[in-house]
């Protein structure tokens, strides 16, 4: 799932002027010739740091992310539907392991950053602080949010870091599964009993607000990013990013005679971009910020999991065996 | 073979309890996806409970080839008292000791199991054990390995094991809990029976238990945990129904 | 203020867990993450080994057990390896020059042996 809506740091405007200028040159040169940077290539510093920063915000946003869809994981109707949610939540775990592996590649071990996720130092995606009421709530996340978190990852893919884009590159394949699955579902209960029908319209009204918070703040007040998009850090502007998704999504909710909570979205037809009310970027700051309905549940619940897990690591721990940075 | 009439209630019996079991145990398991000890056991953890509710699944078909239901009704709609579970799959998932020791002592049976039925006189089941032998061996490499390593780790691991291992026993026990038709099932060749099965696997777990340095309770000294497969349950099944039918019951006409 | 009220969660399995309602801000200082394997699968017999990704585990059995299940849930495969991370060797990147020249060496290839014009001329001197 995932990925979107990055919280970078305010980098120094324009170039890194501590850096070795001839191998900032050679760096960048190979980056706008489409090269992938590898883990022991020379990078700045700051590209090392706001990659970290990025990929350690995916990982976490994924097991966290396996948390409000796991809300339903017990409770799922009949087979099909248990065994497919079992298999997405997994892949979101198994999109956090991949995605730390990318991040350790730059040196920061997943100890660390497994604590500073629980010690709330580093973030994750915003609209998991959100709960998932009922079960319908698991359809509009398994389909939107997840429609969201490819169309931020397929960019990221073509980023110019190797290791993060072939784990991107993994982690699409298995996103279009459960975006299949999430629309299944949604149509299921769309096209389902007055009941159903109401289910899943009430959730589509709870999770709209994180859905336009998923791509991060408008371009207009994120903090300035030009060398990430220099550097192939980031990819696509968060407003893009939202257009493309309305573009490709509004219209197949429309399809399903659901109800989208917002009078003023329209598509513009002589600009051809789409028109909504802005989303409250304070809230959207207020929740990051740990105070969301959900921050102290998804931060107890994954400490709690690492604590119930630490006698079975020690167990099999070597006294003997160091840890080295994973490869590639 | 075409299964004579007299056997049918036989047959049916064996395949509920057996995939009573695998629907059971493969939602407990399905509650550690996402909390698991670290990433990498959570998801193979989580595949393994996957496969116990495929196993479920293509067992209830058996049943509906039979006359039965459709596999969602069998397991989503049937009352408590109809389940024929055993009570070790009913505990909740407790510790993560506690987990895997039920993953080793339910699959190891489990695997005997199927490679029992494999030559079964009925074509059906046979065929549903030959398909998924892959997965038991996996499923058993998997409990294995761990049961082995934690019960040579560290002294806390150790002790662990042993303590969980001793409280699982009598429960695992019930998985062979007589049915009242072993006579049917072995004369019309369909299984050779639960006292077979039980004898084997004591064998199998002994040989294992060695190895990871823990020692299996006297089994002449223990009360197995029977009644699940007369319908009489823990009192963790109850709710645990509940919650797996909780949104199928909002809309029982509905299609999920 | 530390109170003992427990979290109720939308998640029964999350309520069952009893968790604080004001968990702990500390770190945790051991967590004990295990070692890392690099892990290689074959997709099918006949194909070279492939890197796949790298894995935390305790031991090579069970990263062998742990990769199955990453690496090859979903996709074919029919072998994998893993090797300890810290078993790799490789070359320095800053080796990299080494290889430099190496596509240069037309003697090496079938694309720098060319005599059909040679052989024209020799069949057809007049020919040009």
Redesign the interface.
């Known amino acids: 799932m995932y990925g979107g809506g990055y919280i970078f740091e305010e980098t120094k405007n324009g170039k890194p002027e501590s850096e070795d200028q001839g191998k900032l040159k050679n760096f960048e040169a190979k980056i706008a010739a489409g090269e992938k940077i590898e883990p022991?290539?020379?990078m700045p510093a700051e590209y090392r740091k706001q990659l970290i920063r990025m990929i350690e915000q995916h990982a976490h946003s994924e097991i966290i992310g396996a948390?409000p869809e796991?809300?339903?994981?017990?409770?799922a109707p009949g087979f099909r539907r248990k065994m497919a949610l079992m298999a997405k939540v997994q892949d979101e775990v198994?999109h956090a392991?991949?995605l730390y592996?990318a991040a350790?590649t730059l040196g920061k071990?997943?100890?660390d950053m497994?604590?500073d996720l629980?010690?709330?130092k580093s973030k994750y995606s915003n609209v998991f602080n959100y709960?998932?009421?009922t079960w319908a709530d698991t359809a509009v996340i398994a389909w939107l949010i997840d429609a969201g978190a490819i169309i931020n990852q397929v960019a990221n893919s073509k980023g110019s870091y190797g290791p993060y884009c072939?784990?991107l590159e993994r982690i699409c394949i298995?996103e279009s599964f459960h975006l299949k699955y999430g629309h299944d579902n949604v149509v299921f209960l769309a096209t389902g009993t007055p009941k159903q029908r109401e289910m899943v319209q009430d959730a589509l009204n709870r999770w709209w607000k994180p859905i336009m918070h998923f791509f991060g703040p408008s371009d207009k007040i994120s903090v300035h990013t030009e060398t990430l998009m220099r550097w192939k850090v980031k990819m696509a502007s968060n407003d893009d990013m939202r257009q493309k998704f309305l573009d490709m999504y509004v219209p197949k909710i429309w399809e399903l005679k659901l109800t989208i909570p917002d009078p003023n979205l329209k598509k513009n037809q002589t600009s051809g971009k789409w028109e909504y009310t802005e989303p409250d970027w304070e809230e959207f700051k207020r929740v990051i910020n740990g105070d969301g309905p959900c921050n102290?549940?998804r931060?107890?619940?994954r400490?709690?999991s690492?604590?119930k897990g630490?006698w079975v690591?020690?167990a099999?721990?070597?006294q003997d065996?160091?840890?080295?940075?994973?490869?590639? | 073979m075409n299964l004579s009439n007299e056997y049918i209630p036989a047959v049916k019996d064996l395949i509920f309890r057996m995939a009573d079991d695998e629907l059971i145990l493969g939602h407990r398991n399905s509650?550690w996806t996402g909390?698991g000890p670290?990433?990498?056991?959570d998801?193979?953890f989580s595949?393994m409970a996957q496969d116990k509710l495929g196993h479920a699944q293509a067992l209830y078909q058996v049943l509906t080839g039979m006359g039965e239901s459709d596999p969602d009704t069998l397991a989503f709609g049937r009352e408590e008292k109809q389940m024929k579970c055993c009570h070790l799959v009913e505990y909740?998932i407790g510790e993560y000791d506690f987990s895997l020791m039920r993953h080793f002592l339910f699959d190891e049976a489990d695997a005997i199991r199927f490679d029992m039925l494999v030559n079964s006189s009925f074509e059906e089941l046979a065929n549903v054990t030959r398909k998924f032998r892959g997965e038991l061996k996996?499923h058993t490499?998997?409990a294995k390995?761990w049961v082995i390593?934690l019960g040579n780790g560290n002294d806390e691991s150790r002790i662990r094991m042993q303590n969980t291992l001793n409280e699982c026993f009598p429960l695992a026990l019930g998985i062979f809990e007589p049915s009242g038709f072993e006579n049917q099932l072995i004369e019309s060749g369909v299984f050779k029976g639960e006292a077979v099965l039980q004898e084997r696997w004591i064998s199998e777990i002994s040989h294992i238990l060695k190895l990871a340095n823990l020692s299996l309770p006297d089994i002449d000294s223990v009360r197995p945990s029977y009644g699940g497969r007369k319908g009489i349950h823990t009192e963790y099944l109850k709710p645990l129904l509940d919650?797996m039918t909780e949104v199928y019951r909002i809309d029982p006409k509905a299609e999920w | 203020m530390k109170t003992d009220k427990t979290?109720i969660?939308?998640?029964?399995?999350?309520t069952?867990?009893k968790?604080?309602?004001?968990?702990?801000?500390?770190?945790?200082n051991?967590?004990?993450?295990?070692?890392?394997f690099?892990v290689f699968h074959q997709e099918k017999t006949g194909d070279h080994h492939k890197?796949v990704?790298?894995?935390?585990?305790?031991?090579a059995?069970?990263a062998l057990?742990?990769a199955?299940?990453?690496f090859a849930?979903?996709y074919k495969c029919v072998n994998i390896w893993v090797v300890k991370?810290?078993d790799?060797s490789?070359t320095?990147?800053e080796d990299e020059d080494i290889f430099e020249t190496t596509p240069e060496k037309m003697y090496r290839e079938a694309g720098g042996y060319k005599v059909m014009d040679r052989i024209n001329k020799f069949k057809d001197p007049d020919k040009i």
């Not at chain 1, 796991?70 to 409770?75: D, K, S």
């Open positions: 022991s290539d020379w948390l796991g809300t339903w994981i017990t409770r198994g392991q991949l592996s350790e071990p997943r100890e497994i604590n629980i010690t709330g709960p998932a009421v072939r784990a298995e102290k549940e931060l107890a619940v400490r709690k690492e604590e630490e690591r020690r099999l721990m070597r065996e160091q840890y080295v940075t994973p490869l590639s | 509650e909390l670290i990433l990498e056991e998801i193979a595949s909740p996996y490499m998997h390995a390593q919650e | 979290i969660s939308l998640d029964p399995r999350i069952r867990e968790l604080p309602e004001t968990p702990d801000q500390k770190p945790l051991e967590l004990h993450h295990w070692q890392t690099e890197h990704g790298s894995l935390h585990a305790p031991n059995e069970m057990l742990l199955k299940e990453q849930r979903r991370t810290s790799i490789r320095g990147k």
